[in-house]
């Protein structure tokens, strides 16, 4: 089984930039499809951005497209998600995941692996 570990979060103004990591051990997470969510307070868990193995058309929430690029190292087995533009409501804790069925879905339950995110706060 994947296992997967966040970091690079962090207190940001808006408008701020900051670039989240995900790194696998375990099993290679060179065949999955691997996610990013995030989880407000009070609030479910949701779909970020999402990237096949070849790291070619990736899939965003409708929120961040243009704002932020999922890439993904397969060398070095590490996921990244640059943000760009921040905006007070993408304050949550992001995590990463590798997808059960090698598809890009949104779902939350489709993915496995959680870490155990990284927190990231946007406010002046």
């Known amino acids: 089984q994947v296992q997967l570990v966040e970091s690079g979060g962090g207190l940001v103004p808006p408008g701020g930039s900051l670039r989240l990591s995900c790194a696998a051990s375990g099993r290679t997470s060179i065949g999955n499809v691997l996610g990013w969510f995030r989880q407000a307070p009070g609030m479910e868990r949701e779909f970020v951005a999402a990237i096949l193995p070849s790291g070619n058309m990736p899939t965003y929430a409708d929120s961040v497209k243009g704002r932020f690029t999922v890439s993904r190292d397969n060398a070095k087995n590490i996921m990244y998600l640059q943000m760009n533009s921040l905006k007070p409501e993408d304050t949550g804790v992001y995590y990463c995941?590798?997808?059960?069925?090698?598809?890009?879905?949104?779902?939350?339950?489709?993915?496995?692996?959680w870490g155990q995110g990284t927190q990231v706060t946007v406010s002046s």
């Open positions: 995941a590798a997808n059960r069925y090698g598809v890009p879905t949104k779902r939350t339950g489709d993915y496995a692996g």
